[in-house]
């Protein structure tokens, strides 16, 4: 596995689509179609090497991939199965790029099975939080995505978690235009 070249835009391409056009449900029930694209899958190692030590003359990405390494840190060590996808300008060739969008899946019961404190920790740390890093300008803005919080009866309920933060990643601008994003996978050994 490997991360792919930038386009001619400095964004990650575009990778294929699993599944076209999927229907998912808001959160008012009503449905709505989106075209979901797989990322590229990265271990922390290659998103390391590739994102912080290429730039070494940048005054943003060490604050922005430390904060990723602490939140994964305080994740996995609570869900070890949970999945991490990452986009944002973090993920592009801009020099010093100013945000990162970071979802995590989780499953539902292992989820309900952590600690009051723990719950209350994840959900601060990745539903739906915006963390502002030095002074306001850099931000992390972070998903949970627990498996049946998005039912639908095409999907089975991890499917659909799975598909939303998908799409999210791909849109982390919110707008119509999609982008490459990450699937971050463990290194060899499981650390880091």
Known sequence: MSIPAFDGNGLLPIGESPGGIQTLTDEEGEEYSVATYAGHVATPTQVASRFLAAY???????????EWVNLREAAVKRLPNSLFMMSGSFVTDETDPVDMYLAMTADRDEFGDLSTD??????????GETQSLGGDVL????DLFLTAQYPHP?????????VQARYMCQHPAGDDVAVGYLIIAEDEGGGE
């Open 56 to 66: 070494d003359n940048s005054s943003t990405r060490a604050i922005l991939h430390n």
């Open 118 to 127: 723990d719950q209350f920790l994840l959900r601060r740390m990745f539903d």
């Open 139 to 142: 931000t992390v803005d972070t």
């Open 154 to 162: 095409r999907f089975d309920e991890s499917n659909a978690a799975l």
